[in-house]
């Protein structure tokens, strides 16, 4: 079994950092791309940023020079610092992982989700 556990949400002031963090576990054989979505109430989830196994970085343009996602490989973890947060970035934050199980196949998973709420 794969599980992708996240923390770090909570509330923060406008303008303020948070960081959050998602650990993969279980039978993991490997680990492609890995990334965080997030999704505002009435709204569909959406992309905030991806990294790929080499590092390889793509970001939401509505977070691009606030965000910065990263990845520690031997830990099968993967981060995204958030700065100068906006009411607007309020959302549930979802971790995704391309993961390879015992199968030998390639699997998505999703995190169950962690709130971050940003007051004016």
């Known amino acids: 079994q794969v599980q992708l556990v996240e923390s770090g949400g909570g509330l923060v002031q406008a303008g303020g950092s948070l960081r959050l963090s998602c650990a993969a576990s279980?039978?993991?054989?490997?680990?492609?791309?890995m990334g965080w979505y997030r999704q505002a109430p009435g709204k569909q989830r959406e992309l905030v940023a991806t990294?790929?196994?080499?590092?390889?970085?793509n970001y939401a343009d509505s977070v691009k020079g606030r965000f910065t996602i990263s990845r520690d490989n031997a830990k099968n973890t993967v981060y995204v610092q958030m700065n100068s947060l906006k009411p607007e970035d309020t959302a549930v934050y979802y971790c995704?992982?391309?993961?390879?199980?015992?199968?030998?196949?390639?699997?998505?998973?999703w995190g169950r989700g962690t709130q971050v709420t940003v007051s004016s």
């Open positions: 995704n992982a391309r993961i390879l199980v015992l199968t030998g196949t390639w699997r998505e998973y």
């Open positions: 279980g039978s993991i054989f490997g680990i492609d791309a």
């Open positions: 990294i790929t196994s080499g590092g390889s970085r």
